[in-house]
């Protein structure tokens, strides 16, 4: 592995996203992995967790915005968990900034491109970004 | 069994040009359990399809991974073909390398669509197949509430031949329907006669929801009439439980009574036969608690037609903004313009005070600039639009929840707008908010359509995904706590073990409860702990 982001992308919100930004030729950096999940609250702190283990440079989990979530209270747990993993992180001396959620629409290509880019910045910071 | 692997690369009519086919099929060929590489040019097209076909049944395959344009656009598509060559749909990985890949980066992403393709191999490698059996579901429906919503939802379902029981909290039907001027007036013992007299309609009055239990296609509702008990299965639920309207006694300086009263007790003096002493002047206001509502404006423009018709008193209107985006409403709007009524705007709260038997309004005016006194003998206050009596009870008894108002659904874009977290359930009218005549009516029909489109197969699909290993459940509830759809029970397994189970047809497959379980009891065929962490371990292995 050498620098990838690797995002989780809720399938009602951000993947969705991540296709139509494809198809308005909206362009991000190569080093993104997209795993499709059904909602963001399936995503796990092991899943995090084990990304990072695996030498990634940065975890998004990506959901609906707040109180749009098909599933209620999926992006809001999403959000938790995320929390939990930086503050595990920070435990065992890696940046907790690693590890970010962002919420958006499925209608919001250009939001899914700010939040890859964020990171992608991020990473330049912290290092292993490209 | 053997994994026995096909994977087919789609470069969509050869349109993928910054990706290397060739090379990436190179790569592939030599992983372990692939049987064989296939570059198409038109996977999704008869031509494709057939070739696709043809190959998967000469290898015999048990596993299916295609790369290809989004999941979104294909899935389903493959899923039915690998239906039709009796391979479990579930045995198929999809990679996104046109949305995700060709098309979202510049220059030569050959690397990164083989790292695509590699996660889908590597989850496609841990699938497991997925049983579906079909489950009949009773061809009939409850409707709770027999306001104008229930009763018209009740008409529209036995039009198409579905049985229907419409209850009634109260001993007869046409709820607010009976109190509301202007809009309804003839139509509403008509509609009430035709309800009665329909065939596949059953009325229990005076009835209340006191328990429901089951999931879509099969609930078993108790009823409680009086001191006898009923109990009922249904195919689907429909809660048209409509509104109340409140005026409360500290939203006014001077308490409700004889001079300023609510629009509803308005209606019931219209109603009534028209006093000697007539009102001269009658001030209408609403607007002082919340911008949003349309309800107040409806009931003000009817209220004040009707009071020019019958009194002939003069009207004023005091309002932050007149709200006509329902339907009708700018028409009415402009007839009560040209009967006269005056329609005053305000941006701060006017200050209403009583003075002997006269009322005083004292407003500034935003588009005159100028404050405004008015001196009536009747004002008629705006009412607060609250959710009916019994809803929250109700809703803590579904496991539904409500919005910050109290009322059924918030405008949650995924269960908007008649459904709700639990399959089977609607709910429909202004028991899910101020929602104006036309969206009422725009809910009842999207309801009757989504019961047809439930009931008429006869059966659901019941997709047995989301399993409980029992051995590993510690019956720590918390799945049950958390599932939003309410899918997660305790069963008995033997004399001594109890465990959580999925219901299926319940279960609305978010996965939630497969993240939470601290046992890690709860498997999600397709998004399992195992097929997440392989695609992680394919892109650390690159």
């Known amino acids: ?130 | 069994m053997q994994v026995k692997m096909g994977i087919f690369l789609c470069d969509c009519g050869g349109s993928l040009k910054n990706i290397d086919f060739p090379r990436i099929g190179g790569n592939l060929e030599n992983l372990e359990d692939v049987a064989f590489v296939d570059i198409s040019h038109n996977l999704c097209l008869g031509e494709g399809k057939k070739a696709m076909t043809s190959r998967i049944l000469t290898e015999n395959i048990n596993r299916v991974v295609i790369a290809a344009c989004s999941p979104e656009f294909c899935e389903g598509d493959f899923a039915v073909l690998l239906e039709k060559l009796r391979l479990n749909p579930n045995l198929l990985s999809l990679a996104n390398i046109r949305e995700q890949c060709s098309w979202a980066h510049e220059g030569d992403v050959s690397a990164k669509a083989l790292a695509l393709v590699m996660m889908a191999v590597d989850r496609a490698r841990l699938l497991e197949p997925v049983e579906t059996k079909e489950v009949a579901v009773k061809n009939e429906v409850l409707v709770v509430g027999g306001g104008f919503c229930g009763m018209k939802v009740s008409l529209e379902l036995s039009q198409l031949g579905i049985r229907t029981t419409l209850m009634e909290r109260e001993s007869t039907l046409g709820g607010q329907i009976r109190e509301l001027e202007g809009f309804y007036g003839p139509q509403r013992e008509a509609m009430i006669k035709a309800v009665e007299k329909a065939e596949t309609i059953e009325i229990i009055t005076s009835a209340e929801v006191t328990g429901v239990e089951g999931k879509i296609g099969d609930f078993t509702v108790r009823i409680k009439k009086g001191k006898k008990k009923i109990l009922r299965t249904f195919g689907a639920i429909v809660f048209a439980t409509g509104y109340k309207t409140e005026v409360a006694a500290g939203d006014f300086p001077i308490k409700p009574g004889v001079n300023i009263i609510s629009q509803q007790r308005l209606a019931q003096l219209l109603q009534a036969p028209t006093p000697e002493a007539k009102p001269e002047t009658i001030g209408f206001i609403f607007d002082l608690f919340d911008e949003n509502s349309r309800f107040p404006t409806l009931a003000t423009l009817n209220g004040a037609l009707a009071v020019k018709q019958r009194w002939g008193s003069e009207v004023y209107v005091f309002c932050k903004n007149v709200k006509v985006d329902s339907e009708g409403v700018e028409k009415l709007y402009r007839e009560a313009r040209e009967q006269g009524v005056v329609f005053f705007k305000f941006d701060e709260k006017p200050t209403i005070s009583a003075d002997d038997d006269r009322v005083k309004i004292e407003a500034k005016d935003v588009l005159l600039g100028e404050d405004v006194t008015l001196t009536c003998n009747l004002v008629v206050a705006e009412e607060k639009f609250l959710p009916s009596e019994g809803t929250e009870g109700l809703s803590s008894l579904l496991k539904i929840k409500t919005d910050s108002r109290g009322f059924y659904q918030e405008e949650n874009v995924n269960i908007y707008p008649v459904s709700s977290e639990r399959k089977g359930i609607f709910f429909i009218g202004n028991c899910r908010g101020d929602l104006g005549l036309g969206r009422v009516l725009t809910d009842i029909f999207s309801v009757v359509s989504r019961i047809r489109e439930l009931l008429s197969p006869g059966v659901v699909e019941e997709v047995d995904r989301v399993k409980v290993d029992s051995q590993k459940c510690v019956a720590c509830l918390t799945c049950i706590r958390v599932c939003p759809h309410s899918a997660a029970q305790l069963v008995q397994i033997d004399s001594e073990k109890v465990a959580a189970d999925i219901s299926q047809l319940a279960c609305d497959r978010c996965g939630i409860c497969a993240a939470v379980c601290p046992a890690k009891a709860i498997k999600f065929e397709g998004y399992s702990d195992e097929q997440i962490l392989a695609q992680i371990e394919a892109i650390g292995a690159l």
């Open chain 1, 1 to 130: 592995m050498n620098g990838e982001i690797i995002a989780f992308c809720c399938e009602h919100s951000a993947y969705v996203a991540a296709d139509a930004a494809g198809k308005q030729g909206l362009h991000c950096p190569e080093n993104l992995r997209i795993i499709r999940v059904p909602c963001a609250g399936r995503v796990d702190i092991i899943h995090i967790l084990k990304a990072m283990e695996e030498g990634a440079a940065a975890v998004l989990v990506l959901g609906c915005e707040d109180g749009l979530c098909q599933h209620l209270t999926g992006n809001i747990r999403a959000r938790e968990r995320v929390n939990y993993s930086e503050m595990l992180l920070k435990e065992v001396g890696i940046d907790g900034r690693r590890v970010a959620m962002f919420n958006l629409a499925a209608n919001a290509p250009h939001k899914f491109i700010q939040a890859v880019n964020e990171m992608n910045e991020r990473m330049k910071e912290l290092g292993e970004g490209k």
